[in-house]
Nanobody, 123 residues
Framework: QVQLVESGGGSVQAGDSLRLSCSAS????????MGWFRQAPGTERQFVAA????????DYIDSVKGRFTISRDNAKNTVYLQMNSLKPEDTAVYYCAATRLSFATTRGVYAYWGQGTQVTVSS
């Protein structure tokens, strides 16, 4: 079983950047495909980005393509989400998640979740 801890959230202005980190313990992260999800108040948790076990394949929700980049450093057991050109609609709690599948964008197949980190973007 893997334990995940997110960090790097905060309050920023529109147009600013943030880098979220997700550190894993308990199991080596290279055994898992990873994803980032977000949840704004009153909404369902939505997929944001995913990366396969090796880091060779990624996918994004359309609204963040060209602005967000997911990456991983398996040697450091860490996954990142670089968020540029942030918009107020990006405001949410961001969660990282792990799945034993080789790659996934569907929330339901992710078995392991962090506690979330708040990202607030003001205009």
């Amino acid at each position: 079983q893997v334990q995940l801890v997110e960090s790097g959230g905060g309050s920023v202005q529109a147009g600013d950047s943030l880098r979220l980190s997700c550190s894993a313990s308990g199991r080596t992260l290279s055994s898992y495909a990873m994803g980032w999800f977000r949840q704004a108040p009153g909404t369902e948790r939505q997929f944001v980005a995913a990366i396969d076990r090796s880091g060779g394949s990624t996918d994004y929700i359309d609204s963040v393509k060209g602005r967000f980049t997911i990456s991983r450093d398996n040697a450091k057991n860490t996954v990142y989400l670089q968020m540029n050109s942030l918009k107020p609609e990006d405001t949410a709690v961001y969660y990282c998640a792990a799945t034993r599948l080789s790659f996934a964008t569907t929330r339901g197949v992710y078995a392991y979740w962090g506690q979330g980190t708040q990202v607030t973007v003001s205009s």
